[in-house]
């Protein structure tokens, strides 16, 4: 089946540190992957997508390249923010009979500190 | 403002209660989608549903109903059968059940049995 595993965290920066969020994936098909963004105590926003090999998925200076040859989808931002502070998780959408499920990692909490 | 709105924001049971709990879109999205989340674990799918009058079990579905009678609802019941319901809980709806869809999420329910 379908799954999806990323770097455990906490992981602890600096601000103004570089981030990577590792992300890798088992899928039978053809996936669109994304990472979804969780701030204390809400639900999840969509924070970029992919949903094909080599598309790169960007927003708000957070990057991620759709890397079908290592069935990667890293996320990187080259400064992080205090307000970065949160889980982040990588997800992939593949399709299952008449719809594509989603299915999430663990997720990694981020913490930025001062 | 469109958008996801689940109510309670928490929810205290005593065992052996059923509670619903609310998710309400109006988005004019026709999938619907329940998640459960537990501390340092993804999100694990409930039900889901692609259009009215139409759902079906997700990965955990034992210990809960759903029913879909208007496009914009789509309430989650937790049954006295359900070993461990302390969780939160995640709403979520995309235009189509399409894997290209993202999915948008409302804020969440915390349900704590007592």
């Known amino acids: 089946g379908n799954s999806v595993t990323q770097m455990e965290g906490p992981v602890t920066l600096s601000e103004e540190a570089f981030l990577t969020i590792n992300c890798t994936y088992t899928a039978t098909g053809y996936p669109s992957l994304f990472w979804y963004v969780q701030y204390p105590g809400e639900g999840l926003q969509l924070l970029l997508k992919?949903?094909?090999?080599?598309d790169k998925g960007s927003n708000k200076g957070f990057e991620a390249t759709y890397r079908k040859e290592t069935t990667s989808f890293h996320l990187e931002k080259g400064s992080v923010q205090v307000s970065d502070s949160a889980v982040y998780f990588c997800a992939l959408s593949d399709r299952e009979g008449s719809w594509g499920k989603l299915q999430f990692g663990a997720g990694t909490q981020v913490v930025v500190t001062p | 403002d469109g958008g996801i709105t689940q109510s309670p924001k928490y929810l205290f049971r005593k065992e052996g209660q059923n509670v619903t709990l609310s998710c309400e879109q109006n988005?004019?999205?026709?999938?619907m989608y329940w998640y459960r989340q537990d501390p340092g674990q993804g999100l694990r799918l409930i039900y889901y549903s692609q259009i009215v009058n139409d759902f079906q079990k997700g990965d955990i579905a034992e210990g809960y109903s759903v029913s879909r009678e208007k496009k914009e609802s789509f309430p989650l019941t937790v049954t006295s059968a359900q070993k461990n319901p302390t969780a939160f809980y995640l709403c979520?709806?995309?235009?189509?059940?399409?894997?290209?869809?993202?999915?948008?999420f409302g804020p969440g329910t915390r349900l704590t049995v007592l």
């Open positions: 992919a949903t094909k090999a080599d």
């Open positions: 979520a709806s995309s235009p189509t059940s399409s894997q290209y869809n993202e999915q948008f």
């Open positions: 988005l004019n999205h026709d999938a």
